[in-house]
């Protein structure tokens, strides 16, 4: 597959929608040959999606001394990550042009899985902007319904049991990133984001009219997904690829803004609970050699070597960076 199809989701809102298994077929299609989709029938409007992007912006403008004040730091990787901290995890090449701020799935101080795992808790909020955690969470919620409605869907195509993906997801370590890309020069080197697969089980991200993604296909060229305005770009994460025995597709993308203008965006990524341990639920295909990944070690060690001074060490697992 040399493109990147748009699937309208509709009929999965609904198991009993007459064409709900061509939609799953279809979807089964995109994430076993390519890995990406766009998709259309979320339910979320347009509104939702820009009142979003407006206070991603407004996040972004906050005084860069202020932003200091809510920087993430090593023992909670939540709030504002400066312009070129980060490398790709495995220490080579230069560093990421982006600024961002990490978001995870929100907990209370006092929530009982804290004492499970110490990776949850509550999120840094910008009180410059104070009504970004009401529209964000909303957003999210909305998001959860999306990717509730497509595992489900890869249940179906996959032959599973209804909720084996699913249960997977209660308490989960599911996280977003806002993202600001400064433009490119069109001569300088390195990326927004450097090439990379997602380690997460499934990526939902609205597209920004700027452009700048680019996807790889099997024969190693770059595509940029055709995403309708009302549409959302879907690609599939390590863990799914794993859960499947190789069947989808965790595919490398990258971000380049060589467009003149400024770039934002918010992807989100579900992660299963701490505890879940991935591993092939089918027979794997032939090839496919992984070994199955804990989500709470794996999100740890994410967390852990994107700090510059970290490095990967024997029980690290794949951590999805690539080389040039």
């Given at each position: 597959m040399d493109r990147i199809p748009t699937i309208?989701?509709?009929?999965?809102?609904?198991?009993?929608?007459?064409?709900?298994?061509?939609?799953?077929?279809?979807?089964?299609?995109?994430?076993?040959?390519?890995?990406?989709?766009?998709?259309?029938?979320?339910?979320?409007?347009?509104?939702?999606?820009?009142?979003?992007?407006?206070k991603v912006r407004a996040i972004f403008a906050v005084d860069e001394s202020a932003k200091w004040d809510q920087a993430i730091t090593r023992e909670n990787y939540r709030g504002f990550i400066?312009?070129?901290?980060?490398?790709?995890?495995?220490?080579?090449?230069?560093?990421?042009?982006?600024?961002?701020?990490?978001?995870?799935?929100d907990v209370a101080e006092e929530a009982p899985i804290r004492k499970e795992c110490a990776l949850y808790g509550p999120n840094v909020w910008p009180p410059q902007v104070p009504d970004a955690r009401g529209t964000i969470l909303d957003y999210?919620?909305?998001?959860?319904?999306?990717?509730?409605?497509?595992?489900?869907a890869l249940e179906t195509g996959l032959g599973l049991e209804q909720r084996q993906l699913r249960d997977a997801f209660r308490h989960p370590m599911t996280n977003m990133t806002l993202l600001y890309y400064p433009p490119q020069k069109p001569d300088e080197g390195g990326y927004g984001i450097h090439p990379h697969k997602d380690t997460d089980a499934l990526t939902i991200i609205a597209p920004d009219?700027?452009?700048?993604?680019?996807?790889?296909?099997?024969?190693?060229?770059?595509?940029?997904?055709?995403c309708p305005p009302d549409g959302f770009i879907v690609n599939i994460g390590d863990m799914l690829e794993l859960w499947s025995g190789g069947r989808l597709k965790s595919t490398p993308h990258r971000v380049v803004n060589r467009s003149g203008q400024e770039r934002y965006s918010f992807p989100y990524f579900a992660v299963p609970r701490h505890d879940v341990v991935v591993a092939p639920l089918l027979p794997p295909l032939p090839g496919f050699d992984r070994p199955s990944v804990h989500c709470g070690h794996w999100s740890a060690e994410i967390w852990r070597t994107n700090w510059p001074d970290e490095t990967t060490h024997d029980d690290t697992p794949e951590l999805g960076t690539l080389h040039d």
């Open positions: 309208d989701i509709t009929p999965l809102h609904d198991r009993t929608h007459p064409e709900y298994d061509q939609a799953v077929q279809e979807m089964m299609k995109a994430c076993t040959q390519i890995g990406f989709l766009s998709i259309t029938g979320t339910g979320i409007s347009q509104e939702t999606v820009s009142d979003v992007r407006s400066p312009m070129g901290f980060f490398t790709p995890n495995d220490g080579s090449g230069k560093a990421d042009k982006y600024e961002g701020y990490k978001l995870h799935y999210w919620s909305q998001l959860d319904y999306v990717a509730d409605m497509l595992l489900g009219p700027v452009g700048g993604l680019e996807v790889q296909t099997r024969d190693e060229g770059w595509i940029t997904p055709d």
